[in-house]
C-alpha cells in the first residue's frame, strides 16, 4: 500500500502541475510579449526566461528520470532533447508560442509518465551526474519530490511578477484540485 500511495501522490502532483501550468499561461497571455520579456528584476530576468528555466529544468530532470532502467514510451520522440551545453538560464524558447506548445507537450508526457510509472520506481535509488558533473545517488522519491516542488516555486516567482503587472493568475494552491 504505501508503494501505491506514493505513486498516486506523483500522479496528483503532475495532474497539479499541468492545471497550474494551463492556468499561469493562460494569465501570462493577458501581457503582451515585450511585457513578459520585460526585466523585473528576478532571478531569471523576465517571466519569459523564469517559464524557459522551467522547461529546462523539466527536460534535465525527465532525462535523468529516463536514464534509470525503465522504458518510458512518454519520455522518447525527441521530447527531452537539450541544445549541447544548455544550462539552466538558457532561453531555449524566444518566441512564446514556441514556448507554450513546449510546456504543453512536456505537462502531457509528464501525465503519461507518472501513469506508467511502476509502483515502486520511487522506491529505487537514483544514479545521476548534476549540472556540474558531480555524480549523486540517492532515493528516487527525493528527486520526484524536488521535480515537482522547483516547478511550483518558480511558478511562485512567476505568479508574483504577474502581480505586479496587475494580473491575477486566480486560485492556484493545490488543494483547489480536491
Known sequence: MEERA???????LARYNRWFNQRLYAACEQLPDEERK??????????????NHLVW???TWLRRFAAQGVAFASLGGGLLDLPEGAMH???LHEEWAS??????????????WVRDMPADFPL???????????????????????????QTHHRGQVTTLLA???????VTDLIALV
Open 57 to 59: 529544468g523539466d527536460q
Open 124 to 150: 529505487r535509488i537514483m544514479r545521476y551526474s548534476n549540472s556540474k558533473g558531480v555524480k549523486r545517488e540517492h532515493p528516487m522519491w527525493q528527486a520526484l519530490t524536488h521535480f515537482f516542488n522547483h
Open 99 to 112: 514556448l507554450r506548445t513546449k510546456r504543453e507537450q512536456l505537462d502531457e508526457a509528464i501525465e503519461a
Open 38 to 51: 520585460r526585466d523585473r528584476g528576478a532571478f531569471f530576468v523576465s517571466i519569459h526566461n523564469t517559464l
Open 164 to 170: 505586479q503587472a496587475g494580473i491575477d493568475p486566480g
Open 89 to 91: 538560464a538558457a532561453v
Open 6 to 12: 506514493l505513486l498516486e501522490n506523483y500522479r496528483f
